[in-house]
């Protein structure tokens, strides 16, 4: 049976052999969603184009590598874990100095592509940009998420996830949420669902058993998932042994209460046997 949700396994092209630095957008227009979804492989001292979004704001994550992001004239360094917000109409560009190929996932949003965004190419970054001294951010949004706190979310709600932060949101000036979650063997996010936004979720690590709508579909490493609004979902770490890490973004929702979160119950015994994709 086909899923109802989309669910979009990039683990192959992350994974491929490559001596050049690649970017998709598995989550787009095309499966119903309002914002981009990207994932971008950067090669090591790949040196790429300076570029803005005149249409939308850019919301990224960087999980492998380390390197220094340009916003307009300044460099700042770079590292994992780093969520970054760039306005809309900033030039920008990421380069990665480590010695593996890096990967960012992101979020363009309100834009159902790439050409949505208002995108414009500015010169290829040379090695003299690198030699600008770097300094702290000056305009968008830079925290890493080693410095945000877990958030204390209710478990009568549902919410049975063993760290939960939100690097990204309305507490820094920001009308979208981007969310970390982890859940270690046995943890779950019961079935909820949002009325005011969309859902988009990434999974970076570990295996579990996902709830949309009628979907029961197992997701891993590698598994973009999209959750329209209104639509009741739940996650489930289906390992004895291993964590499952997410990373995801509220589309235009500031905060968990902006997303309209309504708790709809336990995950059964029979939700957790059926598969339908």
Request: proline share 4%; charged share 25%.
């Amino acid at each position: 049976m086909s899923l109802i949700h989309p669910l979009i396994d990039v683990k192959e092209f992350i994974e491929k052999n490559s001596c050049k630095s690649r970017f998709i957008t598995p989550i787009s227009g095309d499966q119903g969603s309002s914002t981009t979804a990207f994932c971008s492989v950067s090669m090591p001292h790949d040196l790429p184009h300076r570029h803005l979004h005149t249409s939308c704001d850019e919301i990224s994550i960087l999980i492998r590598g380390e390197g220094v992001y340009g916003l307009g004239d300044q460099r700042i360094s770079a590292r994992v874990g780093d969520c970054r917000v760039v306005p809309k109409g900033a030039e920008h560009f990421f380069i990665n100095e480590s010695g593996e190929p890096s990967l960012m996932i992101g979020f363009f949003v309100g834009a159902e592509d790439v050409a949505a965004t208002g995108i414009a190419y500015g010169d290829l970054v040379t090695k003299d940009d690198l030699a600008t001294l770097r300094s702290e951010q000056d305009g968008g949004i830079l925290i890493n998420l080693g410095d945000v706190q877990p958030e204390n979310m209710d478990q009568g709600d549902g919410w049975l996830i063993t760290d939960f932060r939100l690097p990204i949101s309305t507490r820094n000036g920001c009308s979208s949420t981007l969310f970390r979650a982890r859940f270690m063997p046995g943890a779950v996010h019961k079935k909820h669902r949002h009325e005011n936004c969309d859902e988009i979720y990434y999974i970076i690590s570990g295996r579990g058993l996902a709830g949309a709508g009628s979907d029961r579909v197992e997701v891993r490493g590698g598994h973009f998932h999209f959750i329209h609004k209104g639509v009741e979902h739940w996650l489930h770490n289906l390992s004895d042994t291993e964590p499952i890490e997410v990373v995801g973004l509220y589309c235009g929702a500031g905060s968990v209460a902006d997303t309209g979160y309504v708790y709809m119950g336990d995950v059964t015994p029979d939700d957790l046997k059926a598969r339908t994709g």
